[in-house]
């Protein structure tokens, strides 16, 4: 058990729909990161934050946002949902603020269905 | 941006067989992790790696920054060390993970 909790493990929607996906770090990190897998474009990094506040974005597209809350958990919103954003869903955190440079602990995944 | 590639793509081995994964990037990064995805689909973090060697139980890495690799070794395979294998750099911020080495373990 990492210790990251990703809710809920399996959405099944339709396109044009809106989702939130949940993330609880491990006790102690201040540091959330989101991923994307899918069969396309394999495991992409979507974004970082930190102690609340954004800091670093990588592949993630203008339908999708994110925030981090003042009791550490994050949400990542994914809007007017498409075919091709049908994927597995992961977050990570760790304990320091610099993109990348700490070792990650995942989160089960939660795994969206757009029908 | 960088590219990271991973070799083999796909491994086949008896169990109690060793085996190396290799991780190539283009470009000087700030570090590299190697992550397992057992069948069931998690994500475990193996080592965080920008440099030198380190090693935990059966499994072992190196990377060598100025030759812009990382060397995974596994020994004495088990059939629970079946998965997908991935490195992930990271430079300027941005996380960009290798496409993966699918290692299976035959009983």
């Known amino acids: 058990d990492s210790g990251v909790t990703q809710t809920p493990k399996h959405l099944i929607t339709a396109t044009g729909q809106r989702v939130t996906l949940r993330c609880s770090p491990r006790s102690g990190d201040l540091s959330v990161y989101w991923y994307q897998q899918s069969l396309d474009q394999g495991l992409q990094f979507l974004i970082h934050?930190?102690?609340?506040?954004?800091?670093a974005k990588g592949n993630i597209l203008e339908r999708f946002s994110a925030q981090q809350f003042p009791d550490l958990h994050s949400e990542l919103n994914l809007s007017s949902l498409e075919l091709g954003d049908s994927a597995l869903y992961f977050c990570a955190s760790s304990v320091g603020g610099t993109t990348g440079n700490q070792p990650q602990h995942f989160g089960d995944g939660t795994r969206l269905s757009i029908l | 941006g960088i590219q990271v590639e991973q070799s083999p793509p796909d491994l086949i081995l008896q169990e109690g067989a060793n085996s190396t994964l290799r991780c190539n990037f283009s470009d000087s990064v700030n570090n590299l992790q190697w992550f397992h995805q057992n069948p069931w689909g998690q994500l475990i973090n193996l080592f965080y790696i920008p440099s030198g060697t380190k090693q935990n139980g059966r499994l072992s890495a190196t990377t060598v920054a100025t030759e812009r690799y990382s060397l995974l070794y596994i020994s004495s395979s088990q059939t629970t060390d079946s998965g997908v294998y991935f490195c992930a750099v990271n430079r300027d911020d941005k996380i960009i993970f290798g496409k993966g080495t699918r290692l299976h373990i035959l009983p």
């Open positions: 934050y930190y102690n609340g506040e954004e800091r």
